[in-house]
């Protein structure tokens, strides 16, 4: 899920990368990429990975930079969904005593590591 957030957030940011030095040689703003093709690796990217309940944080962390000051906690939110998922596999169940404190030191260990 990770990597197809940061596949939309390239296909959502690819004008203005262009005109940023660090960003302007990703491959969808040096033109290496068309839209198409990246939309259609999110597609594969989408399909074969497990986590479809992040769908909605993945698809709106991109969007959150430009309406508030704290993106960083929905990427926080984001990333650290594999908390749930990962509890989940390995056991069979969710135990929220275990998973949300989990989920909630991997939300604020995101947000001290990208805002810093």
């Known amino acids: 899920m990770r990597g ?7 296909m959502w940011d690819s004008d203005f990368d262009k005109s940023v030095s660090r960003t302007k040689t990703r491959p969808l703003a040096s033109g290496e990429l068309t839209h ?7 597609l594969a990217q989408l399909t ?6 992040s769908l ?13 000051n704290w993106p960083q906690l929905v990427l926080g939110l984001t990333f650290n969904w594999g908390a749930f998922m ?3 596999a390995t056991h069979g169940s969710l135990d929220y ?3 949300l404190p989990l989920y909630a030191s991997g939300v604020t260990w ?3 590591y990208d805002t810093l």
């Open 4 to 10: 197809a957030g940061c596949t939309i957030n390239d």
């Open 36 to 42: 198409h093709q990246a939309s259609k690796f999110l």
């Open 86 to 88: 990962g509890w989940a």
């Open 110 to 112: 995101t947000l001290v």
């Open 48 to 53: 074969t990975g497990l986590g479809a309940s």
């Open 56 to 68: 909605p944080l993945v698809f709106s962390y991109p969007l959150m930079k430009r309406y508030t």
């Open 97 to 99: 005593s275990v998973a």
